[in-house]
C-alpha cells in the first residue's frame, strides 16, 4: 500500500509540473491560480459582449478576428448572455478599479472563458495572455486548425510601472518601416507599451519634413570612405501607418528628435544653424561632435520650432523626447552670438546657456500640449521648465531627477543598453535591473515613470538586432510589468527556455542569455594564484581552451573545473557543441604580481558605469581588451587617477606597469603621463619614475598601452602610488572639442 501511495503522489507530482510547464507567461502576473480541466475554443465558440460596451465590444471583435485568421472559426455574440456555456465574455462589469486602465481578470473554466477588464489596454493584455496559454504554433504565420486549448486558470493581473519601452536607434543603422511594426507588435506581445523612436541623429535624419525637404534630401543619406551611399528615411505618410498601427496595440510612439547635440546631418542639410556656418557632412564615423545647434542665433529656434510642429501633427503621444545628450560646449564658448545670448539671459554658463535652450524648447512644445523628455544631462544647468528626465549613466542620476522633483524613466548603461555585448550585460544582469533607486524617498516612488532598454545601432544593422534585443528584453518586459515579490530568475529562466518555442513561431532569432563562454575569475587566499571558471552559455555546449595562444578545437583541453593560474596567462576559449564551434573565440588575459588582491586605496571616484566589478578591479589580475565596455576597465572623466596599494610588508620592487585604454572618438585618452611613487610608511612617499605618453600613440584610434617603469637597483617599498594625469579637454581637432575626457585603466603591477 505504501508502494502505491509514493507511486501516486509521485505521478501526481509528474502531472503537475507538466501541466505548469503548459503554463510560460511572460511577463509573469501577479495572481495565477491553476485548476483541472482545459477549455477548447472551436468553431462552436461564442465570443460575447455587450454591443453597448464600444471597449469590450471591439476587444471582442479583435479576438475573434485573430482566431478567424488562424481558421479557429468562432462566431460572435453582441450581447453577454446567462448561458455562457463555449463562449468566451468580455465584460466591464465586476472588474475592479484597483487594476487601473491595463489590468485585467482572466478566469478560464471547462465551460467558458470571462475576461473582465476597466480599459481597452486591460482587455488587449488579457488576450496577448490567452495567446501565450495556446500551442506555440498559434504564432506562426502558416498555423491553421480548427480548434485550439488551452488550460483552466485565473489571472489576476495588472502592471507595476505605466512606462515599459524601448528605445530603437534608426539612425546610425535605418531599419524598415515593417521591421519597425514588427517591433511593436513583439512589444505589444510582452505587454510593453513605449517605441521610443530615435530619429535624428549626426549619422543620419529620418523624418519628412515638409518645410525643410534638405533634412531628408541631404541629412538622411551619408556617404562611406569606399563611395557607397547609405541612408533612408521616414516619410509623414510612413509614420502616421506605423502610429496608427501601434495605437491599435496599445503601443505609444515617443519620437526623440536630438537638440542642441547629435544634429550633424541637420546642420550638413542647414549650415547657417550652427556656430560657425560652415559647410559640413553627414558623419560616417560614431561619437560625440563639436559642431551642435548654435544657442545664440535665433533662427535656431524658429528652425526647431517649425520641424517640431510638423513632428507633433504625426505623433499624439504626449511627450516629445528632445535628447539633450552629449552636446560638446565648445562652439558655444567660441561663439560671438551664443556668448550674447549668456549675457543678454543673465546666464552663468553654458550648462545653464543649454538649460535655457531646452526649457525654450519646452515652453513651445508646452503650447503644443506635450511634455518634454531628455536625457540626464539636461539637470547639468538646472532642471529646465517641467522636464520628464531619462536616466541613462547611472541609477545615481535617476536620483538627482527624483531629487529635483522631475519624473524619471530609468534605463541605466549597466542593465539597459542592449547594443552592450551579452558578455557584459547578460540577461540575468538585466533582470536584476529596479528602477527604483535604494533608500529613495517613499513620496517619490510615484515619480519613477518606468525604464527603457536600449538598442542603439552604431553596430546593429537591421539583421543583427533582433540576437541582440532577445532574450534580454522579456526580463525588462518582467522587472517593468511584475512586482518584485513575484519574481525569481530560475524560476523566469525556466519559463524564459519554454519561451522560445514561441520566439520561434514569431520568427524572432534571438541571442544567447549570456556569452557562449564567460570568465569568473577569483583571488586565491595566498594572493599569489588566480582562479578563472570558464561558464557555458547553453547547458548543451561543453568548453575547451588552451593556455599557448593557440586557437581552441574540439581537441582542445576540456573545461572541467576551475583553471589555477600562478603566472601570469593568457586564456582562448570557445564553446563546441556536437563538435561545432560555437560563437567567437574568447580571450582573457590574467597577471600575477606582488599586487595581486592587495589593499587599494583610490584617490578618485570611479563612474559607475564603468566601475571595472569593483573598486579593487585594479589589482583583481585582469587585463582588459579593446572593448571600453568589457566590464574590466574602471574609468573616470575629466579628472586625474591616484590610487595606492598596500603590500603588506617593506619588500623589494624592480617593475612597475599599469594599462590604459586609447578609444578617441569615445573621449578616451591614454594620460599625458604616469608618475610612479613609494613610501615605507604612507606618509612620506618619493617620486622613482616619470613614464610620458609617447607622441606617436595620442592619435591612434584605439589602442591598449601599458606604461611600464624598471628600477635598476631594487627599491625596497610598501606602498606604491601611481598617478595619472588626465590630457585635459578633448583638443581642438577632436570632433567634441572642449569635453572632459575619460581615463580607462585596467591592472597595475608591481614586480
Not at 498555423?143 to 485550439?148: A, G, W
Not at 555546449?541 to 593568457?570: A, H, M, Q
Not at 600613440?697 to 584605439?702: D, E, F, G, L
Amino acid at each position: 500500500m505504501r508502494k502505491l501511495v509514493m507511486l501516486t503522489l509521485a505521478l501526481t507530482a509528474l502531472l503537475s509540473c507538466s501541466r505548469n510547464s503548459d503554463v510560460n507567461i511572460i511577463p509573469k502576473p501577479v495572481s495565477i491560480k491553476q485548476v483541472d480541466g482545459d477549455f477548447t475554443i472551436n468553431s462552436k465558440t461564442l465570443v460575447r459582449a455587450d454591443s453597448a460596451d464600444s471597449i469590450a465590444f471591439n476587444n471582442a471583435i479583435y479576438l475573434v478576428e485573430l482566431l478567424n485568421q488562424k481558421g479557429v472559426g468562432c462566431a460572435f455574440n453582441a450581447e453577454v448572455g446567462v448561458d455562457s456555456t463555449n463562449s468566451i465574455v468580455f465584460t466591464r462589469t465586476g472588474c475592479p478599479d484597483s487594476l487601473g486602465a491595463e489590468g485585467y481578470m482572466l478566469s478560464i473554466g471547462p465551460k467558458h472563458i470571462v475576461i473582465k477588464a476597466n480599459e481597452s489596454a486591460g482587455f488587449f493584455y488579457a488576450i496577448q495572455t490567452l495567446r501565450q496559454l495556446m500551442p506555440a504554433n498559434f504564432e506562426k504565420n502558416d498555423f491553421r486548425q480548427k480548434s485550439v486549448t488551452v488550460p483552466c486558470l485565473s489571472i489576476i493581473d495588472k502592471p507595476r510601472f505605466p512606462w515599459r519601452g524601448l528605445n530603437l536607434d534608426c539612425c546610425r543603422h535605418f531599419m524598415t518601416k515593417d521591421f519597425v511594426k514588427r517591433y511593436i507588435d513583439l512589444l505589444a506581445y510582452h505587454k510593453m507599451n513605449v517605441l521610443h523612436w530615435h530619429l535624428t541623429e549626426d549619422q543620419g535624419w529620418r523624418i519628412e519634413i515638409k518645410k525643410y525637404p534638405r533634412l531628408t534630401e541631404i541629412g538622411a543619406w551619408r556617404t562611406n570612405a569606399d563611395g557607397t551611399v547609405y541612408g533612408g528615411f521616414y516619410t509623414q505618410d510612413d509614420i502616421r501607418e506605423v502610429v496608427s498601427y501601434a495605437a491599435k496595440r496599445h503601443v505609444m510612439v515617443v519620437p526623440e528628435i536630438e537638440m542642441p547635440g547629435h544634429s550633424v546631418a541637420a546642420l550638413a542639410a542647414y549650415p547657417n544653424l550652427s556656430c560657425t556656418g560652415e559647410p559640413l557632412k553627414v558623419e560616417t564615423n560614431w561619437g560625440v561632435f563639436k559642431d551642435i545647434y548654435c544657442a545664440g542665433n535665433d533662427s535656431t529656434f524658429i528652425f526647431l520650432q517649425d520641424v517640431l510642429t510638423e513632428v507633433v501633427e504625426l505623433f499624439p503621444s504626449p511627450y516629445i523626447h528632445i535628447g539633450g545628450d552629449e552636446a560638446p560646449k565648445y562652439r558655444w564658448e567660441n561663439c560671438p552670438k551664443c556668448k550674447a545670448r549668456l549675457k543678454s539671459e543673465g546666464l552663468s554658463n553654458y550648462e545653464e546657456l543649454q538649460r535655457y535652450f531646452i526649457s525654450q524648447i519646452a515652453k513651445f512644445l508646452e503650447g503644443k500640449g506635450k511634455t518634454i523628455i531628455g536625457w540626464d544631462e539636461i539637470l547639468e544647468g538646472g532642471r529646465p521648465h517641467n522636464a520628464t528626465v531619462q536616466a541613462w549613466r547611472g541609477i545615481d542620476r535617476a536620483t538627482k531627477a527624483l531629487s529635483a522633483n522631475a519624473p524619471v524613466i530609468v534605463s541605466p548603461t549597466s542593465h539597459c543598453y542592449f547594443d552592450y555585448p551579452v558578455e557584459v550585460t547578460n540577461l540575468q544582469k538585466v533582470y536584476s535591473f529596479d528602477p527604483v533607486p535604494a533608500q529613495v524617498d517613499s513620496a517619490k516612488i510615484q515619480l519613477v515613470l518606468g525604464g527603457e532598454c536600449n538598442m542603439w545601432t552604431e553596430y546593429a544593422p537591421q539583421e543583427t538586432v533582433d540576437s541582440k534585443v532577445f532574450p534580454r528584453i522579456l526580463a525588462i518586459a518582467e522587472v517593468l510589468w511584475t512586482y518584485p515579490r513575484e519574481r525569481n530568475y530560475n524560476e523566469f529562466l525556466n519559463r524564459v527556455r519554454n519561451h522560445y518555442h514561441r520566439l520561434e513561431a514569431l520568427g524572432v532569432t534571438y541571442g544567447f542569455e549570456q556569452s557562449a563562454v564567460e570568465f569568473k575569475s577569483s583571488i586565491g587566499d595566498d594572493k599569489k594564484s588566480i582562479f578563472v571558471e570558464l561558464i557555458k552559455g547553453q547547458d548543451n555546449l561543453t568548453i575547451r581552451y588552451t593556455t599557448n595562444g593557440d586557437e581552441p578545437t574540439v581537441n582542445s583541453t576540456r573545461y572541467c573545473k576551475p583553471i589555477e593560474l600562478t603566472s601570469s596567462t593568457t586564456l582562448r576559449a570557445a564553446a563546441f557543441n556536437n563538435g561545432n564551434r560555437v560563437g567567437d573565440v574568447f580571450e582573457r588575459s590574467f597577471v600575477v604580481s606582488k599586487s595581486l588582491g592587495k589593499p587599494i586605496e583610490l584617490g578618485f571616484v570611479p563612474a559607475e558605469k564603468y566601475l571595472g566589478g569593483s573598486k579593487q578591479a585594479l589589482v583583481d589580475g585582469r587585463l582588459g581588451t579593446p572593448k571600453y565596455n568589457d566590464g574590466i576597465w574602471q574609468a573616470v572623466q575629466g579628472h586625474d587617477m591616484v590610487a595606492t596599494i598596500d603590500l603588506g610588508a617593506n619588500q623589494p620592487i624592480k617593475n612597475f606597469s599599469v594599462g590604459f585604454l586609447q578609444n578617441i572618438l569615445s573621449w578616451i585618452f591614454l594620460p599625458n603621463r604616469v608618475d610612479v611613487f613609494v613610501s615605507a610608511d604612507s606618509i612620506s612617499f618619493e617620486q622613482i619614475a616619470q613614464m610620458d605618453c609617447p607622441e606617436n600613440i595620442k592619435r591612434q584610434p584605439v589602442l591598449v598601452y601599458r606604461f611600464n617603469a624598471f628600477v635598476v637597483n631594487n627599491i625596497m617599498a610598501r606602498y606604491v602610488r601611481f598617478v595619472a594625469h588626465n590630457p585635459g579637454p578633448c583638443p581642438e581637432w577632436h570632433p567634441a572639442s572642449g569635453s572632459p575626457t575619460w581615463l580607462f585603466a585596467d591592472e597595475i603591477v608591481v614586480e
